[in-house]
Nanobody, 117 residues
Framework: QVQLVESGGGLVQAGGSLRLSCAAS????????MGWYRQAPGKQRELVAT???????NYADSVKGRFTISRDNAKNTVYLQVNSLKPEDTAVYYC???????????WGQGTQVTVSS
């Protein structure tokens, strides 16, 4: 069982930055690939960024060059640094495990990011 708790969201002006955090319980975190997703009102949830257990990263085209995913296995935490925010980045941001091998799918409760123009 894995519990994920996101934090760091908020209201920010366009061009601003935030650092989202996702704290995980359970020793399985260290072998888990992790992802950040977002869901805007009236839209489907979309994948924003992923990071493997060894630190390899991948990004959606819409956030490349602006968002950075990272992890600290000693703290069981994955981060999403979001820079140069745009109003279209407004969404609830979720972290989740990437199902692979012994690792199932787990979701956090989400953190709201609102970008004003």
């Amino acid at each position: 069982q894995v519990q994920l708790v996101e934090s760091g969201g908020g209201l920010v002006q366009a061009g601003g930055s935030l650092r989202l955090s996702c704290a995980a319980s359970g020793s399985i975190f260290r072998i888990s690939a992790m992802g950040w997703y977002r869901q805007a009102p009236g839209k489907q949830r979309e994948l924003v960024a992923t990071i493997t257990s060894s630190g390899s990263t991948n990004y959606a085209d819409s956030v490349k060059g602006r968002f950075t995913i990272s992890r600290d296995n000693a703290k069981n935490t994955v981060y999403l640094q979001v820079n140069s925010l745009k109003p279209e980045d407004t969404a609830v941001y979720y972290c989740a495990t990437i199902p692979l091998g012994p690792v199932g799918r787990y979701w956090g409760q989400g953190t709201q990011v609102t970008v004003s123009s």
